[in-house]
Protein backbone atom coordinates (compact mmCIF):
# COMPACT_ATOMS: atom_id res chain seq x y z
CA UNK A 1 0.00 0.00 0.00
CA UNK A 2 1.23 3.48 -0.57
CA UNK A 3 1.77 5.62 2.62
CA UNK A 4 3.83 8.99 3.28
CA UNK A 5 6.67 8.80 4.68
CA UNK A 6 5.73 9.77 8.10
CA UNK A 7 3.22 7.22 8.08
CA UNK A 8 6.02 4.83 7.25
CA UNK A 9 7.71 5.30 9.77
CA UNK A 10 5.20 4.66 12.47
CA UNK A 11 4.54 1.24 10.53
CA UNK A 12 8.04 0.32 11.09
CA UNK A 13 8.35 1.64 14.72
CA UNK A 14 5.16 -0.67 15.30
CA UNK A 15 6.66 -3.24 13.61
CA UNK A 16 10.03 -3.10 15.99
CA UNK A 17 7.63 -3.62 18.83
CA UNK A 18 8.19 0.21 19.57
CA UNK A 19 5.45 1.24 22.29
CA UNK A 20 6.87 4.21 23.66
CA UNK A 21 9.30 7.16 22.15
CA UNK A 22 10.90 10.65 23.87
CA UNK A 23 10.68 13.57 22.21
CA UNK A 24 9.86 17.34 21.24
CA UNK A 25 8.37 18.44 18.97
CA UNK A 26 8.94 21.29 15.69
CA UNK A 27 8.48 22.27 12.02
CA UNK A 28 10.55 19.41 11.00
CA UNK A 29 8.84 16.29 12.79
CA UNK A 30 5.62 18.26 12.08
CA UNK A 31 3.78 15.46 10.30
CA UNK A 32 5.45 12.43 12.25
CA UNK A 33 4.07 14.31 15.13
CA UNK A 34 0.48 14.24 13.16
CA UNK A 35 0.75 10.52 12.59
CA UNK A 36 1.91 9.90 16.61
CA UNK A 37 -1.28 11.29 17.58
CA UNK A 38 -3.43 9.49 15.24
CA UNK A 39 -1.57 6.09 17.20
CA UNK A 40 -1.04 7.27 20.54
CA UNK A 41 -3.23 4.18 21.57
CA UNK A 42 -0.14 1.96 20.14
CA UNK A 43 2.61 4.38 20.51
CA UNK A 44 3.29 6.31 23.65
CA UNK A 45 4.89 9.86 23.28
CA UNK A 46 6.65 10.97 26.45
CA UNK A 47 7.18 14.84 25.69
CA UNK A 48 10.41 15.77 27.81
CA UNK A 49 11.53 19.46 28.66
CA UNK A 50 14.09 19.22 26.61
CA UNK A 51 15.64 17.37 23.97
CA UNK A 52 18.78 15.82 25.85
CA UNK A 53 15.86 14.80 28.06
CA UNK A 54 14.57 13.07 25.74
CA UNK A 55 18.17 10.97 24.67
CA UNK A 56 18.70 10.34 28.19
CA UNK A 57 14.90 9.06 28.65
CA UNK A 58 15.50 6.78 26.05
CA UNK A 59 18.66 5.73 27.03
CA UNK A 60 17.53 5.05 30.47
CA UNK A 61 14.62 2.87 29.15
CA UNK A 62 17.07 0.82 27.21
CA UNK A 63 19.39 0.29 30.02
CA UNK A 64 16.87 -0.95 32.23
CA UNK A 65 14.63 -2.67 29.63
CA UNK A 66 17.26 -4.38 27.18
CA UNK A 67 15.07 -3.11 24.65
CA UNK A 68 15.90 -0.44 21.92
CA UNK A 69 15.32 3.37 23.41
CA UNK A 70 13.47 5.75 20.93
CA UNK A 71 14.06 9.42 21.31
CA UNK A 72 12.70 12.16 18.44
CA UNK A 73 13.58 15.63 18.16
CA UNK A 74 13.27 18.34 15.02
CA UNK A 75 16.07 19.67 12.92
CA UNK A 76 19.00 22.25 13.68
CA UNK A 77 19.14 23.25 17.81
CA UNK A 78 16.60 20.18 18.76
CA UNK A 79 18.81 17.80 16.65
CA UNK A 80 22.17 18.93 18.10
CA UNK A 81 20.60 18.89 21.41
CA UNK A 82 20.46 15.50 21.09
CA UNK A 83 24.08 15.04 20.94
CA UNK A 84 24.96 14.92 23.98
CA UNK A 85 22.47 11.44 25.42
CA UNK A 86 24.07 10.22 21.76
CA UNK A 87 27.18 10.47 22.70
CA UNK A 88 26.22 8.65 26.44
CA UNK A 89 24.77 5.84 24.78
CA UNK A 90 27.74 5.28 22.40
CA UNK A 91 29.78 5.40 25.08
CA UNK A 92 28.21 2.93 27.17
CA UNK A 93 27.18 0.69 24.53
CA UNK A 94 23.30 1.31 24.79
CA UNK A 95 20.65 0.41 22.05
CA UNK A 96 19.21 3.69 21.11
CA UNK A 97 17.74 4.78 18.18
CA UNK A 98 17.12 8.57 17.45
CA UNK A 99 15.37 10.40 14.97
CA UNK A 100 15.64 13.82 13.84
CA UNK A 101 13.83 16.17 10.99
CA UNK A 102 15.75 18.44 8.89
CA UNK A 103 14.74 20.90 6.23
CA UNK A 104 13.56 19.63 2.71
CA UNK A 105 15.80 17.91 0.94
CA UNK A 106 16.80 20.95 -2.10
CA UNK A 107 17.13 23.24 0.76
CA UNK A 108 20.08 20.86 2.21
CA UNK A 109 23.62 22.40 2.03
CA UNK A 110 22.16 26.30 1.87
CA UNK A 111 22.47 27.38 5.29
CA UNK A 112 18.40 26.78 5.30
CA UNK A 113 16.27 28.13 8.52
CA UNK A 114 17.40 25.59 11.56
CA UNK A 115 19.41 23.31 8.95
CA UNK A 116 22.20 21.09 10.40
CA UNK A 117 24.33 18.67 9.15
CA UNK A 118 23.47 16.23 11.93
CA UNK A 119 24.68 13.15 10.31
CA UNK A 120 27.88 14.79 9.92
CA UNK A 121 27.85 15.71 13.68
CA UNK A 122 27.12 12.10 15.21
CA UNK A 123 29.22 10.49 12.59
CA UNK A 124 32.05 9.72 15.46
CA UNK A 125 29.27 9.21 18.01
CA UNK A 126 27.32 6.51 16.37
CA UNK A 127 27.74 3.02 15.15
CA UNK A 128 25.86 4.40 12.02
CA UNK A 129 23.76 6.61 10.90
CA UNK A 130 21.54 7.85 7.61
CA UNK A 131 20.25 10.53 6.38
CA UNK A 132 17.04 9.65 3.94
CA UNK A 133 16.66 11.75 1.07
CA UNK A 134 14.57 9.01 -0.97
CA UNK A 135 11.12 7.84 0.83
CA UNK A 136 11.11 4.81 -1.10
CA UNK A 137 14.24 3.77 1.08
CA UNK A 138 13.25 4.89 4.40
CA UNK A 139 11.56 1.42 5.71
CA UNK A 140 14.71 -0.62 4.86
CA UNK A 141 16.82 2.25 6.77
CA UNK A 142 14.48 2.53 9.73
CA UNK A 143 14.42 -1.74 10.07
CA UNK A 144 18.43 -1.38 9.92
CA UNK A 145 18.80 1.43 12.24
CA UNK A 146 17.13 -0.97 14.77
CA UNK A 147 19.32 -4.50 14.00
CA UNK A 148 22.12 -2.67 13.87
CA UNK A 149 21.38 -0.61 17.47
CA UNK A 150 21.26 -4.67 18.42
CA UNK A 151 23.36 -6.27 16.78
CA UNK A 152 26.89 -7.44 18.65
CA UNK A 153 27.62 -4.70 20.65
CA UNK A 154 24.54 -2.71 21.18
CA UNK A 155 24.60 0.98 20.46
CA UNK A 156 23.41 4.16 19.09
CA UNK A 157 21.87 4.45 15.30
CA UNK A 158 20.91 8.27 14.05
CA UNK A 159 18.10 8.43 11.42
CA UNK A 160 17.71 12.20 9.77
CA UNK A 161 14.67 12.26 7.79
CA UNK A 162 14.24 15.89 5.75
CA UNK A 163 10.58 17.21 6.07
CA UNK A 164 9.53 16.71 2.71
CA UNK A 165 10.25 12.49 2.75
CA UNK A 166 7.99 12.81 5.10
CA UNK A 167 5.09 13.71 3.19
CA UNK A 168 5.50 11.63 -0.19
CA UNK A 169 4.47 8.25 -0.84
CA UNK A 170 6.12 4.78 -1.17
CA UNK A 171 4.91 1.26 -1.37
CA UNK A 172 4.91 0.06 2.09
CA UNK A 173 4.39 -3.92 3.29
CA UNK A 174 5.38 -5.29 6.40
CA UNK A 175 7.80 -7.36 7.44
CA UNK A 176 8.80 -9.09 10.51
CA UNK A 177 11.65 -7.81 12.04
CA UNK A 178 15.26 -9.84 11.31
CA UNK A 179 16.03 -12.02 14.51
CA UNK A 180 19.55 -10.58 15.59
CA UNK A 181 21.76 -13.44 16.10
CA UNK A 182 24.25 -14.53 18.89
CA UNK A 183 27.56 -13.17 18.28
CA UNK A 184 28.93 -16.71 18.23
CA UNK A 185 30.74 -17.34 14.80
CA UNK A 186 33.62 -16.41 15.62
CA UNK A 187 34.17 -18.36 19.19
CA UNK A 188 37.38 -20.19 17.91
CA UNK A 189 37.26 -23.92 19.72
CA UNK A 190 41.46 -23.35 19.91
CA UNK A 191 40.42 -19.85 22.19
CA UNK A 192 38.19 -21.79 24.21
CA UNK A 193 40.51 -24.73 24.89
CA UNK A 194 43.73 -22.47 25.65
CA UNK A 195 41.69 -20.72 27.85
CA UNK A 196 40.87 -23.79 29.71
CA UNK A 197 44.81 -24.20 30.51
CA UNK A 198 44.95 -21.13 31.35
CA UNK A 199 42.43 -21.17 34.21
CA UNK A 200 43.50 -24.93 34.98
CA UNK A 201 47.04 -23.66 35.66
CA UNK A 202 46.36 -20.47 37.70
CA UNK A 203 47.25 -20.15 41.05
CA UNK A 204 46.17 -16.72 42.18
CA UNK A 205 43.27 -16.08 39.12
CA UNK A 206 41.42 -13.01 39.49
CA UNK A 207 38.20 -11.59 37.69
CA UNK A 208 37.10 -8.25 36.35
CA UNK A 209 33.39 -7.68 35.11
CA UNK A 210 32.25 -4.65 33.14
CA UNK A 211 29.37 -3.82 31.97
CA UNK A 212 29.33 -5.76 28.94
CA UNK A 213 28.02 -8.75 31.16
CA UNK A 214 24.83 -7.27 32.19
CA UNK A 215 24.35 -6.24 28.35
CA UNK A 216 24.61 -10.18 27.16
CA UNK A 217 22.06 -11.38 29.87
CA UNK A 218 25.34 -13.57 31.70
CA UNK A 219 24.74 -12.87 35.38
CA UNK A 220 23.73 -16.22 35.77
CA UNK A 221 26.55 -17.68 33.99
CA UNK A 222 29.39 -15.60 35.30
CA UNK A 223 28.22 -16.49 38.92
CA UNK A 224 28.62 -20.13 38.09
CA UNK A 225 32.17 -19.65 36.44
CA UNK A 226 33.10 -17.44 39.24
CA UNK A 227 31.74 -20.01 41.75
CA UNK A 228 33.21 -23.13 39.85
CA UNK A 229 36.96 -21.45 39.82
CA UNK A 230 36.50 -20.24 43.34
CA UNK A 231 38.49 -16.40 42.21
CA UNK A 232 37.72 -13.03 43.52
CA UNK A 233 35.84 -10.77 41.38
CA UNK A 234 35.61 -7.27 40.90
CA UNK A 235 33.30 -5.51 38.80
CA UNK A 236 34.27 -2.22 37.11
CA UNK A 237 31.65 1.17 37.82
CA UNK A 238 29.44 0.35 34.82
CA UNK A 239 29.55 -3.76 35.52
CA UNK A 240 27.41 -2.98 39.12
CA UNK A 241 25.04 -5.51 39.50
CA UNK A 242 26.98 -7.80 36.88
CA UNK A 243 27.51 -9.87 39.93
CA UNK A 244 25.98 -10.11 43.39
CA UNK A 245 27.72 -7.20 45.75
CA UNK A 246 26.41 -9.65 48.66
CA UNK A 247 28.62 -12.25 47.43
CA UNK A 248 32.03 -13.75 49.56
CA UNK A 249 33.92 -13.80 46.67
CA UNK A 250 32.87 -10.29 45.45
CA UNK A 251 35.31 -7.77 46.63
CA UNK A 252 33.83 -4.66 45.37
CA UNK A 253 34.61 -2.05 43.19
CA UNK A 254 38.00 -1.80 40.86
CA UNK A 255 39.73 1.24 39.73
CA UNK A 256 40.63 4.44 40.80
CA UNK A 257 37.94 4.40 43.55
CA UNK A 258 37.75 0.92 44.16
CA UNK A 259 38.33 -1.42 47.02
CA UNK A 260 41.97 -1.83 48.23
CA UNK A 261 41.16 -6.07 47.93
CA UNK A 262 40.04 -5.48 44.24
CA UNK A 263 43.58 -3.01 43.53
CA UNK A 264 45.39 -5.49 44.96
CA UNK A 265 43.95 -8.63 43.45
CA UNK A 266 44.90 -7.20 40.18
CA UNK A 267 48.23 -6.40 41.00
CA UNK A 268 49.11 -9.81 42.68
CA UNK A 269 46.62 -11.91 40.49
CA UNK A 270 48.66 -14.64 37.87
CA UNK A 271 45.68 -14.83 35.16
CA UNK A 272 43.24 -11.55 35.26
CA UNK A 273 40.32 -13.04 33.33
CA UNK A 274 38.55 -9.70 31.86
CA UNK A 275 34.81 -10.06 31.08
CA UNK A 276 32.88 -7.59 28.96
CA UNK A 277 35.37 -4.68 30.29
CA UNK A 278 37.54 -2.34 28.46
CA UNK A 279 40.39 -1.34 30.63
CA UNK A 280 39.07 2.04 31.11
CA UNK A 281 41.88 4.64 32.32
CA UNK A 282 39.64 4.62 35.74
CA UNK A 283 40.40 1.27 36.41
CA UNK A 284 44.07 0.58 34.82
CA UNK A 285 45.43 3.97 36.13
CA UNK A 286 49.08 3.52 35.39
CA UNK A 287 49.39 1.28 32.49
CA UNK A 288 52.79 0.20 32.80
CA UNK A 289 52.06 -1.03 36.69
CA UNK A 290 48.63 -2.75 35.76
CA UNK A 291 48.15 -6.73 36.84
CA UNK A 292 52.42 -6.83 36.03
CA UNK A 293 52.51 -10.55 37.37
CA UNK A 294 49.32 -11.95 35.73
CA UNK A 295 48.91 -13.42 32.06
CA UNK A 296 45.43 -11.40 30.82
CA UNK A 297 42.42 -13.15 29.43
CA UNK A 298 39.97 -11.41 27.70
CA UNK A 299 36.35 -12.09 26.92
CA UNK A 300 34.51 -9.55 24.65
CA UNK A 301 31.84 -9.68 22.10
CA UNK A 302 33.87 -6.72 20.33
CA UNK A 303 36.91 -7.10 18.33
CA UNK A 304 38.10 -3.88 18.70
CA UNK A 305 38.41 -4.03 22.71
CA UNK A 306 41.15 -6.67 22.05
CA UNK A 307 44.57 -5.26 22.99
CA UNK A 308 43.23 -1.56 22.43
CA UNK A 309 44.18 -0.67 26.11
CA UNK A 310 45.75 -3.60 27.76
CA UNK A 311 47.81 -6.24 25.22
CA UNK A 312 46.30 -9.93 26.53
CA UNK A 313 47.69 -13.09 26.23
CA UNK A 314 44.88 -15.07 24.96
CA UNK A 315 41.28 -13.79 24.40
CA UNK A 316 38.02 -15.33 23.51
CA UNK A 317 36.32 -13.14 20.60
CA UNK A 318 32.31 -13.21 21.01
CA UNK A 319 28.81 -13.44 23.00
CA UNK A 320 29.84 -13.64 26.50
CA UNK A 321 27.00 -15.44 27.83
CA UNK A 322 27.38 -18.05 25.43
CA UNK A 323 31.32 -18.26 25.80
CA UNK A 324 30.64 -18.91 29.48
CA UNK A 325 28.30 -21.03 28.94
CA UNK A 326 30.59 -23.15 27.06
CA UNK A 327 33.68 -22.56 30.12
CA UNK A 328 30.93 -24.04 32.50
CA UNK A 329 30.94 -26.64 30.56
CA UNK A 330 33.88 -27.48 30.15
CA UNK A 331 35.83 -26.44 33.60
CA UNK A 332 36.30 -28.82 36.64
CA UNK A 333 35.50 -27.50 40.03
CA UNK A 334 38.69 -25.75 41.69
CA UNK A 335 39.48 -25.70 45.14
CA UNK A 336 39.62 -22.40 47.57
CA UNK A 337 43.51 -22.26 48.48
CA UNK A 338 45.95 -19.41 49.92
CA UNK A 339 45.20 -16.35 47.67
CA UNK A 340 41.57 -16.62 48.36
CA UNK A 341 42.18 -16.45 51.94
CA UNK A 342 45.07 -13.67 51.50
CA UNK A 343 42.43 -11.95 49.49
CA UNK A 344 39.62 -11.97 52.43
CA UNK A 345 42.08 -10.92 55.06
CA UNK A 346 42.47 -7.97 52.98
CA UNK A 347 38.88 -7.01 52.42
CA UNK A 348 38.44 -7.41 56.43
CA UNK A 349 41.79 -5.45 57.38
CA UNK A 350 40.59 -2.57 54.48
CA UNK A 351 36.87 -2.47 54.18
CA UNK A 352 35.20 0.37 52.79
CA UNK A 353 34.10 2.42 55.84
CA UNK A 354 33.83 5.68 56.97
CA UNK A 355 33.33 8.18 60.06
CA UNK A 356 30.31 9.28 61.48
CA UNK A 357 30.93 12.75 63.29
CA UNK A 358 27.43 13.22 64.30
CA UNK A 359 26.73 15.51 61.19
CA UNK A 360 24.85 13.64 58.31
CA UNK A 361 26.86 11.97 56.22
CA UNK A 362 26.81 11.05 52.04
CA UNK A 363 27.65 7.70 52.90
CA UNK A 364 24.64 7.09 55.60
CA UNK A 365 21.80 8.52 52.61
CA UNK A 366 23.10 6.02 50.74
CA UNK A 367 22.94 3.35 52.95
CA UNK A 368 19.73 4.24 54.20
CA UNK A 369 18.64 3.83 50.63
CA UNK A 370 19.67 0.29 50.42
CA UNK A 371 17.91 -0.14 53.59
CA UNK A 372 14.84 1.35 52.85
CA UNK A 373 14.59 -0.32 49.39
CA UNK A 374 15.99 -3.54 50.15
CA UNK A 375 18.30 -3.70 47.13
CA UNK A 376 15.74 -3.94 45.05
CA UNK A 377 15.67 -0.69 43.52
CA UNK A 378 16.73 0.94 40.12
CA UNK A 379 19.48 3.11 41.30
CA UNK A 380 20.21 6.17 38.32
CA UNK A 381 22.79 8.71 38.94
CA UNK A 382 24.48 11.87 37.87
CA UNK A 383 28.27 11.81 37.95
CA UNK A 384 30.46 12.75 40.79
CA UNK A 385 31.16 11.82 44.10
CA UNK A 386 27.67 10.23 44.82
CA UNK A 387 28.03 8.72 41.82
CA UNK A 388 31.33 6.64 43.26
CA UNK A 389 29.43 6.25 46.84
CA UNK A 390 26.45 4.94 45.05
CA UNK A 391 28.82 1.70 44.45
CA UNK A 392 30.68 1.73 47.53
CA UNK A 393 27.55 1.38 49.48
CA UNK A 394 24.73 0.32 47.70
CA UNK A 395 24.95 -3.69 47.07
CA UNK A 396 23.78 -4.05 43.79
CA UNK A 397 22.80 -7.68 42.49
CA UNK A 398 21.23 -7.51 39.65
CA UNK A 399 22.11 -6.11 36.15
CA UNK A 400 20.12 -3.54 34.91
CA UNK A 401 19.34 -2.01 37.99
CA UNK A 402 22.48 0.67 38.40
CA UNK A 403 22.12 3.39 35.80
CA UNK A 404 25.14 5.89 35.26
CA UNK A 405 27.03 8.02 32.28
CA UNK A 406 29.98 6.01 32.89
CA UNK A 407 32.50 6.27 29.77
CA UNK A 408 31.41 10.06 28.72
CA UNK A 409 30.73 11.06 32.60
CA UNK A 410 27.65 12.99 31.78
CA UNK A 411 26.36 15.77 33.67
CA UNK A 412 22.69 15.96 33.91
CA UNK A 413 22.27 12.19 32.56
CA UNK A 414 20.12 11.02 35.20
CA UNK A 415 17.43 12.08 36.01
CA UNK A 416 16.31 11.91 32.16
CA UNK A 417 17.36 8.22 32.46
CA UNK A 418 15.13 7.71 35.80
CA UNK A 419 12.11 8.88 33.90
CA UNK A 420 13.53 6.01 30.93
CA UNK A 421 13.83 3.84 33.57
CA UNK A 422 10.40 4.20 35.37
CA UNK A 423 8.53 4.15 32.24
CA UNK A 424 10.25 1.02 30.94
CA UNK A 425 10.21 -0.71 34.50
CA UNK A 426 6.79 0.97 36.27
CA UNK A 427 6.83 -2.11 38.81
CA UNK A 428 10.03 -1.26 39.97
CA UNK A 429 11.09 1.17 42.61
CA UNK A 430 13.39 4.06 40.50
CA UNK A 431 15.75 6.26 43.04
CA UNK A 432 17.52 8.76 41.37
CA UNK A 433 20.45 10.12 43.09
CA UNK A 434 22.24 13.35 42.53
CA UNK A 435 24.51 15.69 43.44
CA UNK A 436 23.52 19.52 43.80
CA UNK A 437 25.77 20.37 41.01
CA UNK A 438 24.57 17.67 38.06
CA UNK A 439 21.12 17.78 39.46
CA UNK A 440 20.77 21.32 38.47
CA UNK A 441 22.14 20.75 34.85
CA UNK A 442 18.42 19.02 33.73
CA UNK A 443 16.34 20.03 37.02
CA UNK A 444 13.69 21.37 34.08
CA UNK A 445 12.88 17.36 33.84
CA UNK A 446 10.85 17.50 36.74
CA UNK A 447 8.14 18.87 34.64
CA UNK A 448 7.89 15.34 32.53
CA UNK A 449 8.36 13.76 36.10
CA UNK A 450 5.22 15.82 37.37
CA UNK A 451 3.07 15.54 34.39
CA UNK A 452 3.27 12.08 34.10
CA UNK A 453 2.94 11.69 37.55
CA UNK A 454 6.02 9.03 37.86
CA UNK A 455 6.60 8.21 41.60
CA UNK A 456 10.79 8.61 41.54
CA UNK A 457 12.54 9.36 44.32
CA UNK A 458 14.99 12.08 43.77
CA UNK A 459 17.60 12.07 46.94
CA UNK A 460 20.44 15.38 46.28
CA UNK A 461 23.42 15.04 48.36
CA UNK A 462 23.48 18.85 48.76
CA UNK A 463 26.98 19.96 49.49
CA UNK A 464 27.20 23.40 48.02
CA UNK A 465 29.58 22.49 45.79
CA UNK A 466 31.50 20.83 42.61
CA UNK A 467 32.61 17.76 44.96
CA UNK A 468 34.94 15.49 43.25
CA UNK A 469 35.92 18.26 40.95
CA UNK A 470 36.76 20.45 44.97
CA UNK A 471 38.33 17.50 46.41
CA UNK A 472 40.83 17.24 43.53
CA UNK A 473 41.42 21.05 44.49
CA UNK A 474 41.74 19.86 47.83
CA UNK A 475 44.25 17.17 47.02
CA UNK A 476 46.06 17.80 44.58
CA UNK A 477 45.49 21.87 43.72
CA UNK A 478 46.51 23.30 47.12
CA UNK A 479 43.06 24.43 48.03
CA UNK A 480 42.33 26.67 44.74
CA UNK A 481 38.52 26.41 44.78
CA UNK A 482 38.15 27.97 41.62
CA UNK A 483 34.88 27.98 40.58
CA UNK A 484 33.88 25.19 41.75
CA UNK A 485 31.96 26.58 45.59
CA UNK A 486 28.20 26.99 44.22
CA UNK A 487 26.75 29.77 46.54
CA UNK A 488 23.77 29.94 44.40
CA UNK A 489 19.73 28.72 44.56
CA UNK A 490 18.23 26.96 43.99
CA UNK A 491 16.29 25.99 47.00
CA UNK A 492 15.50 22.17 45.95
CA UNK A 493 12.52 22.10 48.33
CA UNK A 494 10.62 25.18 47.18
CA UNK A 495 11.83 24.07 43.44
CA UNK A 496 10.22 20.85 44.34
CA UNK A 497 7.02 22.91 45.17
CA UNK A 498 6.97 24.71 42.14
CA UNK A 499 6.86 21.71 40.35
CA UNK A 500 4.45 20.85 42.26
CA UNK A 501 5.95 17.94 43.29
CA UNK A 502 6.64 16.72 47.33
CA UNK A 503 10.13 18.38 48.77
CA UNK A 504 12.00 17.18 52.39
CA UNK A 505 15.46 18.71 53.69
CA UNK A 506 17.35 16.55 55.54
CA UNK A 507 20.12 18.01 57.85
CA UNK A 508 21.02 14.95 60.19
CA UNK A 509 20.17 11.57 60.19
CA UNK A 510 16.79 11.90 62.35
CA UNK A 511 15.12 13.92 59.29
CA UNK A 512 16.57 11.59 56.43
CA UNK A 513 14.94 8.89 58.12
CA UNK A 514 12.16 10.73 58.43
CA UNK A 515 11.83 12.13 55.15
CA UNK A 516 12.77 9.03 53.55
CA UNK A 517 9.85 6.62 55.42
CA UNK A 518 7.54 9.48 53.84
CA UNK A 519 9.16 9.53 50.36
CA UNK A 520 8.80 5.41 50.10
CA UNK A 521 5.33 5.83 51.34
CA UNK A 522 3.75 7.69 49.17
CA UNK A 523 3.03 6.73 44.98
CA UNK A 524 4.08 10.39 44.09
CA UNK A 525 7.04 12.23 42.74
CA UNK A 526 9.53 13.27 45.62
CA UNK A 527 12.63 15.08 46.16
CA UNK A 528 14.94 14.86 49.32
CA UNK A 529 17.38 18.05 49.49
CA UNK A 530 20.01 16.19 52.13
CA UNK A 531 22.47 17.97 53.10
CA UNK A 532 26.35 17.36 54.22
CA UNK A 533 29.33 18.69 54.44
CA UNK A 534 31.46 20.76 51.65
CA UNK A 535 34.33 18.94 52.45
CA UNK A 536 33.35 14.96 52.47
CA UNK A 537 35.55 12.73 50.16
CA UNK A 538 35.56 10.03 48.33
CA UNK A 539 37.78 7.63 49.37
CA UNK A 540 39.31 5.73 48.70
CA UNK A 541 41.51 6.93 45.73
CA UNK A 542 44.32 6.54 43.73
CA UNK A 543 45.86 9.57 42.87
CA UNK A 544 46.71 10.45 38.94
CA UNK A 545 49.45 8.65 37.45
CA UNK A 546 49.73 6.24 40.11
CA UNK A 547 49.49 2.59 40.02
CA UNK A 548 45.90 0.96 41.43
CA UNK A 549 47.53 -0.56 44.27
CA UNK A 550 49.04 3.11 45.38
CA UNK A 551 45.55 3.28 47.00
CA UNK A 552 44.93 6.68 49.34
CA UNK A 553 42.66 4.82 52.08
CA UNK A 554 42.15 7.72 54.61
CA UNK A 555 41.35 11.59 54.50
CA UNK A 556 44.95 12.97 55.17
Same mark, same amino acid.
Given at each position: ????????????????????????????????????????????????? @????????????? #?????? %???????????????? %???????????????????????????????????????? $?? *??????????????????????????????????????????????????? *????????????????????? =??????????? %????????????????????????????????????? @???????????????????????????? $??????????????????????????????? =????? #???? @?????????????????? /????????????????????????????????? $?? *?????????????????????????????????????????????? %????????????????????????????????????????? /?????? $??????????????????? #??????????????????????????????????????????????????? @????????????????? =?????????
Amino acid at each position: MQLTGAQILIECLKEQGVDTVFGYPGGAVLNIYDELYKHKDEIRHILTA @HEQGAAHAADGYA #RATGKV %GVCIATSGPGATNLVT %GIATAYMDSVPLVAITGNVAVPLLGKDSFQEVDIKGITMP $IT *KHNYIVKDVNDLADIIRKAFYIAKEGRPGPVLIDIPKDVTVLKAEYKYQEP *KDVPVYTEKIREKDIERAIKL =INKAKRPFVYA %GGGVCYAGAGEELLTFVEKIKAPIACSLMGQGAFPAT @HKLYTGMIGMHGTKASNIAATECDLLIA $IGARFSDRVVSNLERFAPKAKVLQIDIDPAE =INKNV #RTFS @HILGDIKSVLTILNNKLG /PRESNEWNEKIEKIMEEFPITYTKNGKLKPQTI $IE *KIYEKTNGEAIITTEVGQHQMWVPQYYKFTKPRTFLTSGGLGTMGY %GTGASIGAKIGMPDKRVVHIAGDGSFRMNCNELATINAYNL /PIVIVV $INNGTLGMVRQWQTMFYGG #RYSATTLDRGPDFVKLAEAYDIKGYRATNEEELETALNKAFSTNEPVILDC @HVGIDEKVLPMVPPGKA =IEDIITDDC
